[in-house]
């Protein structure tokens, strides 16, 4: 799972259009870490932090009364905690169902196979998916249902220079690698030349005039 985390979002430096930005997971034992992504230091964090602590450093809020604020956070926990699903439904909201373009993944918990592929297949893009999973009958079972152009099995964003992948849905036209990459970039042309009097197509007398 770390190189699925680190690998699907990171290529060549960058983030790219088949990252990972959706991770369903079937039937968790736990609510443990999946995984973490440790990509920064610990002074960039620190100083977001730092910055974020000005909001409450300046204003009214500063010198309020500190029952007064617990009042307020402990209000707004209790008002956020009991009405999360009308703030935001991860299956449709845009972090998931659109490209995001950034380093950002939703974890979607998922009660069964079908609906991991019916979540996965609701999107108009879709350029890469990846199947996690020890049971390989199950991985070419759901390879072959997710609608994606390319679907990778244990492993995220490595690709073969014979393994044609590139536009599906709405995420572009043409293909890259393989013959199709080929056929891509080139168009079919004829150039016929006449080099005497042709025969009559229609002579009947003549046999094969025409493919001759």
């Not at 610990?42 to 500190?66: M, N, P, Q, Y």
């Not at 009042?71 to 490209?99: C, G, H, M, Q, W």
Request: proline share 5%.
């Amino acid at each position: 799972m770390p190189d699925l985390l680190h690998t699907s979002n990171w290529i060549n430096g960058a983030h790219t259009p088949p990252s990972a930005e959706r991770i369903h997971i079937v039937n968790p034992a736990t609510e443990a870490t999946i995984g973490t992504v440790d990509t920064t230091s610990r002074e960039a964090v620190d100083t977001i932090i730092s910055d974020s602590l000005l909001i409450f450093r300046h204003g009214k809020w500063s010198r309020s009364d500190a029952s007064e604020r617990y009042s307020v956070l402990f209000k707004a926990a209790v008002l956020l905690r009991s009405r999360i699903p009308e703030f935001v439904e991860l299956e449709t909201s845009d972090l998931s169902y659109n490209e995001v373009f950034g380093p950002v993944i939703t974890l979607i918990k998922c009660e069964s196979e079908d609906e991991v592929i019916r979540i996965a297949n609701n999107s108009p893009f879709t350029l890469g998916a990846s199947v996690w999973t020890n049971d390989f009958a199950q991985a070419h079972r759901m390879a072959e249902k997710i609608d994606a152009d390319i679907v990778w099995i244990n492993r995220h964003h490595l690709n073969d220079l014979s393994s044609p992948w590139g536009g599906f849905k709405e995420s572009g036209m043409g293909k890259e690698n393989g013959i199709e990459a080929y056929e891509s970039y080139t168009k079919v042309k004829s150039t016929v030349i006449n080099y005497g009097v042709p025969p009559a197509w229609f002579d009947d007398e003549i046999e094969n005039a025409r493919y001759g």
